[in-house]
T-cell receptor, first 112, second 111 residues
């Protein structure tokens, strides 16, 4: 499809395991964002990629979280040594700079 | 202070009534403004952009006040289907045009 694609849609894992979440942005979009949203809460900014610029990592909550974007397209968000408080919906969005973002359906992460 | 602040609500609105709410932003360099809508357990979706002169899209009217650094959204003739969380978004060119979201205002339209 032409939208932002995220995988997996749901992920259940045990505390302490590492997880990788994937985002395929809309083709040609140079900006890519990761957010997370806990149940009933607002969007929490995690990281922002824009073209070849150094990513804005100011929202990453701890050094267990990292993200990369290969070839200016697909992005992977990695959470190491997961904790129960990491349980949330992780949303990816892409856009041209400064214009409205298009969101994926999100990955619902549950840490047991 | 958060960069983008919203009253979390909820705003309880009788069906057919008008509701309005604001969003304030702290960075005077903010250049682009949007309202998004998020339904429960769904991803946010763009509702409308906000232009300097104000703009209307059907029952929705958005206004921008640069001097006081706020934007507003007004919903006329509220429908039950308008129940959602409305997210205010600003883009700051100096920050690489990064889009910053407010925490959202929850609106509940009741029969």
């Amino acid at each position: 499809g032409a939208g932002v694609s995220q995988s997996p849609s749901n992920k259940v894992t045990e505390k302490g395991k590492d997880v990788e979440l994937r985002c395929d942005p809309i083709s040609g979009h140079t900006a890519l964002y990761w957010y997370r949203q806990s149940l009933g809460q607002g969007l929490e900014f995690l990281i922002y990629f824009q073209g070849n610029s150094a990513p804005d990592k100011s929202g990453l909550p701890s050094d267990r979280f990292s993200a990369e974007r290969t070839g200016g397209s697909v992005s992977t968000l990695t959470i190491q040594r997961t904790q129960q408080e990491d349980s949330a919906v992780y949303l990816c969005a892409s856009s041209f700079p400064g214009v409205p973002q298009h969101f994926g359906d999100g990955t619902r992460l549950s840490i047991l | 202070r958060k960069e983008v602040e919203q009253d979390p609500g909820p705003f309880n609105v009788p069906e057919g009534a008008t509701v309005a709410f604001n969003c304030t932003y702290s960075n005077s360099a903010s250049q682009s403004f949007f309202w998004y809508r998020q339904d429960c357990r769904k991803e946010p979706k763009l509702l409308m952009s906000v232009y300097s002169s104000g703009n209307e899209d059907g029952r929705f009217t958005a206004q921008l006040n640069r001097a006081s650094q706020y934007i507003s959204l007004l919903i006329r003739d509220s429908k039950l289907s308008d129940s959602a969380t409305y997210l205010c978004v600003v883009a700051i060119k100096a920050a690489g045009n990064k889009l910053t979201f407010g925490g959202g205002t929850r609106v509940l339209v009741k029969p």
